[in-house]
């Protein structure tokens, strides 16, 4: 019975019936009258019999035992008269026609065979066998893994040689486009590695080392890395023990169910167990050894974590103090008032400046025609220089597109362009900064009036927001107030007149709403003065006839932590007002998005919501018909002209199996750049916002479309429609499509790290072809215009950073959703995922060293969302295993297994209430401590490093040159057009 597998390609199995039926319905340790195929080992075989009588005869009975095809068969003797026959008309077969196949020998037998020697239950295989997941898995490894070997050879022999595409940040230049690029441990690293020995000489790079060279991103995608490297080796522990009993049971207990197991792979795995039989037990007991490990590994992190965090929240840098506010009211939205606010809450010395969004589209429009301006005069200079002889200038026309138009000399056209420009953007700057600066004197009035005591109350500067929203929508729509008063319906009037009569009809309705008891003059002509500043802005606002218009947004910065760390934990008495957040690094912000509207900004998160979830939807078409390609069974029942190629061409079984995980990967790199899109409409004030959001999109995408779509493989559309009217039912299929798929994944997991993980980010292949594109393109003629990207072609000195978001919200995640699903299921698994982190680790601790700047470092937040995901990924995976165990019927194991994932709730909940929160914030005893640090040092209190850094940008420089401008500008024969202009 243990060599049952053996079979070839038909299998038989019949009762003999005579004037005795035989029964193969019973076999405590033989196989039920199961034969083997021609050539086969046949199993040994128990037959019970019951007489005419009714008496039962047992193996214990008289019997001999004779040869069928290979195979001994014991029978009852007095029954050997009817195998002697079957005996003899097979021996006729075999002189007659040869060794049949197992299929032409029961036709031939059931044509020759009397009628009183009966068949019954024949169980005939006429299909060809389908490819087994071991050769699939083996042919992936040599496919993917000669790919990787190649390309991991040539990464080694280009590496000295090119030195500038292989070590970015050791190379930086005096012209490189960013500070964060250069790295002097690179420098150091790269001369010390050979092209070998850096794979294992990376490792002996402290995290500490990482974090002051590569920021504290990339000290948590090193540490994902270990934590999955870690848990790896919890299930390969557990392997000892897990596949002895998968493969022993399997091989010595028969069931139907099992017995069509025959690759080496599911022999290994809980699908070897037979249905209802205790030794899943063992699964059991590795699922919770598994998971516990995964939860004290998980509170482990959260202490480095923290450790790091609050020390990257110490930082000098811009983001660590400034706040950024919302919900701002109408008459504080200037920079006076805000400062004021904070002022008031805090000491009054804590404020370091405050900055209105302001909105701004002429002047913005006006910049950008400066800066590509300023960009042609610099490049023309350049011209001249290099081929002009210093002397001679290039030309251009100026119709569309320089192609036809009259000829001007570029250096003095762009120079009297740009001085007009300049010459506007410095007007609509000053014209700006004095509504800022009337508006602050409006504010400033108020607050001197209310310290002479002239208002004592609130209502002076707390203006009430529903009479704001009144007074916007009088003036938008021309009605009027409730008043006390009865209003009287205004007679017709042109146009012009009933802006006029608008802006005098809310200034009456402000007064009209705010009930107010018996004051003085000064506090009622104070109130009038608020009412038109608040009416003048709401007109702007609606109209668009000017910029200037302040936005419902503000960044306040502070001179100390302790005061940042107190603004973003403050509340208002009201929702969403004055609310406060952590500021996004200067770079990082998306200027048009700051100040939205709070409707806006929830519109802007239902409208990603219910994109992301179509394409969900719609995304199972090409991630199920990727899958297909993978089940032979599902692909033929779709298309079954496919399965009659395939018959004539074995190979394409072959073909389809190793293109399935290929096309998946490359599927699954086309969502980040739709996701990017959705999340940039839900109106995200920053990259790291739209970041977070995007990786939360991936994770769930991975974790439904390619893993839970590619599972069912199968009628993808049929099964949907099932879950939505069953949601249980989804636990089923999982269950049922789980325990045969781990090969699948354990592909794609090859596929991604051998090609895209490691061959493809070594070599860099899309930066250096991009970069060699630029080289034949665009501006080339200094050293400056050769490191700069130019119409979104990078060059090799202006390398791009690392993407966070999608590599660990597109790969790593699938890797631990595999992980957590296969780690007891299929032990092997487990083997697969860590050779998988290994290989990540050591390639992404390169990469941060010697390529990626550092521009985009968050300090660690997507490293909570990826926890967060992680153990919702845990839930799901052990609810998956009960599922699979139930449709087992463990009437034991299964039962045992509940409550794991409510331990797992629990251990959610538990992390929520303040682990989370504790990375957020910055602990009040460190924030005086650095403050203290800082005030006796000195080195900061200029803070440069902070001002004016949250000035739009548009608004920060009333005039633009060239950086060549002073030293060859002077020379040219626009000389005289510049003394004119300066």
Excluded at 372 to 377: N, Q
Excluded at 756 to 769: D, F, K, N, Q, T
Aim: net charge neutral; with cysteine; aromatic share 10%.
């Amino acid at each position: 019975p243990s060599r049952r597998r053996r079979r070839a390609e038909a299998g038989l199995s019949f009762a003999i019936s005579g004037d005795a039926y035989m029964n193969a319905a019973t076999y405590p340790s033989g196989r039920g009258g199961h034969f083997g195929g021609a050539g086969g080992m046949m199993g040994r075989t128990t037959l019970q019999s019951a007489g005419a009588g009714g008496a039962k005869h047992s193996c214990a009975d008289k019997s001999s035992s004779i040869t069928i095809l290979g195979g001994r068969v014991a029978i009852l003797r007095r029954h050997v008269v009817t195998a002697s026959y079957v005996m003899f008309c097979c021996s006729l077969l075999f002189l007659s026609g040869g060794l049949p196949s197992g299929t032409t020998l029961v036709h031939r037998l059931l044509e020759v065979v009397p009628e009183e020697v009966r068949f019954t239950g024949a169980r005939i295989a006429t299909t060809e066998p389908a490819l087994k997941d071991s050769v699939i898995l083996l042919s992936t490894l040599k496919i993917y893994g000669t790919l990787a070997l190649i390309m991991f050879t040539a990464y080694a022999f280009l590496r000295k040689r090119f030195p500038l595409a292989y070590n970015v940040r050791g190379k930086a230049g005096p012209y490189s486009p960013d500070d964060t690029i250069a790295c002097s441990m690179a420098s150091t690293y790269f001369e010390r590695f050979t092209s070998v020995s850096w794979t294992y000489a990376i490792f002996g790079l402290s995290h500490e080392e990482i974090y002051e060279s590569a920021g504290l991103d990339a000290v948590c995608v090193v540490r994902i890395l270990e934590l999955g490297l870690k848990l790896s080796l919890v299930g390969m522990l557990q392997s000892v023990y897990l596949f002895p009993v998968y493969y022993w049971i399997g091989e010595h207990v028969y069931h139907p169910a099992t017995a069509s197991i025959t690759d080496p792979l599911q022999n290994i795995s809980l699908a070897n167990i037979p249905p209802g039989h205790h030794s899943a037990i063992a699964t059991t007991v590795a699922a919770y050894i598994f998971f516990a490990a995964a939860m004290y590994l998980v509170l482990q992190e959260f202490e480095w974590f923290t450790t790091y965090r609050h020390r990257f929240l110490c930082k000098a840098r811009a983001d660590n103090y400034t706040v950024y506010v919302t919900g701002i009211p109408l008459e504080l939205r200037n920079d006076a008032a805000v400062s004021s606010y904070f002022r008031e809450c805090f000491h009054s010395d804590s404020v370091l400046e405050a900055h209105v969004a302001l909105d701004i589209p002429a002047l913005e429009k006006k910049v950008a025609e400066r800066d590509a301006c300023v960009a042609k005069l610099e490049h023309a200079i350049n011209v001249r220089d290099a081929k002009g002889g210093g002397t001679v200038g290039p030309t251009h026309k100026t119709g569309p597109l320089g192609l036809w138009g009259p000829k001007v000399e570029s250096i003095e056209a762009y120079t009297e362009e740009l001085r007009k420009l300049n010459e506007e953007v410095a007007r609509a700057i000053e014209a700006i900064e004095m509504a800022q600066r009337e508006r602050d004197a409006t504010v400033a009035d108020a607050a001197a009036s209310r310290a002479d005591g002239v208002d004592t109350g609130a209502n002076c500067l707390s203006f009430d927001i529903e009479t704001t929203v009144n007074v916007v929508d009088s003036v938008t729509s021309g009605s009027e107030l409730e008043t006390p008063k009865k209003a009287t319906k205004p007679k017709e009037m042109s146009t012009a007149d009933s802006s006029n009569a608008k802006s005098k009809k809310a200034d009456v309705n402000v007064m009209s709403a705010l009930t107010f008891s018996p004051a003085s003059e000064s506090r009622l002509k104070h109130m009038e003065s608020l009412a038109e500043s608040v009416t003048s802005s709401a007109l702007e606002l609606i109209a668009g006839k000017k910029d200037g218009t302040p936005r419902d947004a503000a960044f306040v910065t502070f001179n100390n932590l302790t005061a940042t760390n107190n603004a973003l934990q403050m509340i208002e008495e009201r929702p969403f007002l004055m609310d406060t957040a952590e500021a996004a690094r200067p770079e990082d912000l998306y200027w048009g998005n700051i100040g939205l509207s709070h409707a806006r900004k929830q519109l802007g998160a239902l409208l990603g919501l219910t994109l992301s979830v179509l394409l969900m939807l719609f995304w199972t078409v090409p991630v199920g018909f990727v899958a297909t390609l993978s089940n032979l069974s599902a692909l033929t029942e779709v298309f079954p002209t496919v399965g009659h190629y395939i018959e004539a061409h074995p190979w394409l079984a072959n073909l389809f199996a190793q293109l399935a995980p290929l096309f998946l990967v490359v599927v699954v790199a086309m969502l980040p750049i739709i996701l990017k899109l959705i999340s940039q409409l839900e109106g995200h004030p920053s990259l790291t916002a739209v970041e977070a959001s995007l990786f939360a999109k991936l994770s769930w995408f991975t974790i439904i479309q390619t893993f839970f779509v590619s599972a069912i493989s199968g009628s993808v559309t049929k099964e949907i429609q099932n879950i939505l009217v069953s949601p249980v039912h989804a636990v089923d299929l999982l269950a049922m499509s789980l325990p045969s798929q781990s090969a699948y994944f354990m592909q794609i997991m090859l596929v991604q790290t051998l090609l895209g993980g490691v061959g493809i980010e070594l070599l860099r292949v899309s930066a250096v072809g991009m970069a060699a594109i630029r080289g034949f393109v665009g501006p080339s003629l200094t050293e400056k215009e050769r490191c700069t990207t130019w119409m979104g072609l990078r060059t090799l000195a202006d390398p791009l950073e690392y993407l966070y978001a999608r590599e660990l919200g597109a790969e790593v995640i699938l890797i631990f959703m595999i992980l957590f699903c296969y780690a007891a299921m299929a032990p092997l698994t487990c083997f697969v995922a860590g050779f998988c982190f290994v290989l990540l680790a050591s390639v992404l601790r390169n990469q941060f060293l010697f390529i990626y700047p550092t521009r985009n470092d968050s300090g660690g937040k997507l490293w909570v969302n990826f926890i967060q995901i992680i153990v919702v990924c845990m839930m799901i995976a052990q609810i998956a295993l009960i599922g699979v165990l139930s449709l087992k019927k463990n009437k034991i194991a299964a039962p045992l297994l509940i409550p794991l994932p409510i331990i797992t709730l629990l251990f959610s909940v538990y992390l929520k209430q303040k682990h989370y929160y504790v990375t957020t914030h910055l602990p009040t005893k460190i924030c005086v401590q650095v403050d203290k640090e800082n005030e006796a040092d000195g080195n900061v209190q200029d803070f440069q490093f902070v001002r004016e850094r949250y000035l739009q940008p548009s608004m920060r420089a009333k005039s633009s040159f060239p950086e060549n401008f002073d030293e060859k500008l002077c020379e040219s024969p626009a000389k005289e057009t510049m003394k004119r202009g300066w």
